[in-house]
T-cell receptor
């Protein structure tokens, strides 16, 4: 049973525009959320995180928004660049789950020059 | 500073063969993890080691064993490989076992079991 879902397998965006990647979760115990980026033949690399006590966290071009009531988070990339083309994974964890991360299935972002 | 390294990068096994996947980190991290990634699914935790000398089961531990050899190294063993274990295996490490400690991943091992 997938506790973290990314319903869009792929997304294409023009360079310079905004990319919005979405993620939903079902476990109300999750209180820490992360986004990882993955290039082919490499491992996932940490991008940005957010705690459930916040509803927004920003780091340069990357902003994560959390809507706890809807059990939904999103990653905004502004402006999008061709180097952002990768697979993006949403992940979640809870205080009761040690450091067991639950990952979504990923969204492949393609930024078109 | 290599971060997290994994060997081998690729491996093909026949059903019933055994093998050990190696993982090492040079970040002086306390905690280490093994995940598998299957097509159409997210990464799933197989086993983790919160600190040297301890190991615990994750979400999908069946068919695997692990050894935390020392603080740097964490190996994953398949005693009798099955086609269902065809997957990409990722090792990760974090400074500590807190659920907010960032995990850093290795490049992965692509395993095919025929």
């Amino acid at each position: 049973d997938q506790q973290v879902k990314q319903n869009s397998p792929s997304l294409s965006v023009q360079e310079g525009r905004i990319s919005i990647l979405n993620c939903d979760y079902t476990n109300s115990m999750f209180d820490y959320f992360l986004w990882y980026k993955k290039y082919p033949a490499e491992g996932p690399t940490f991008l940005i995180s957010i705690s459930s006590i916040k509803d927004k966290n920003e780091d340069g071009r990357f902003t994560v928004f959390l809507n706890k009531s809807a059990k939904h988070l999103s990653l905004h990339i502004v402006p999008s660049q061709p180097g952002d083309s990768a697979v993006y994974f949403c992940a979640a964890s809870s205080q009761t789950g040690a450091n067991n991360l639950f990952f979504g299935t990923g969204t492949r972002l393609t930024v078109i020059p | 500073n290599a971060g997290v390294t994994q060997t081998p990068k690729f491996q093909v096994l026949k059903t019933g063969q055994s093998m050990t996947l190696q993982c090492a980190q040079d970040m002086n991290h306390n905690s280490m993890y093994w995940y598998r990634q299957d097509p159409g699914m997210g990464l799933r935790l197989i086993y983790y080691s919160a600190s040297e000398g301890t190991t615990d089961k994750g979400e999908v531990p069946n068919g695997y064993n692990v050894s935390r050899l020392n603080k740097r190294e964490f190996s994953l063993r398949l005693e009798s490989a099955a086609p269902s274990q065809t997957s990409v295996y990722f090792c990760a490490s974090s400074g500590g076992p807190r659920y907010t400690d960032t995990q850093y991943f290795g490049p992965g091992t692509r395993l095919t079991v025929l």
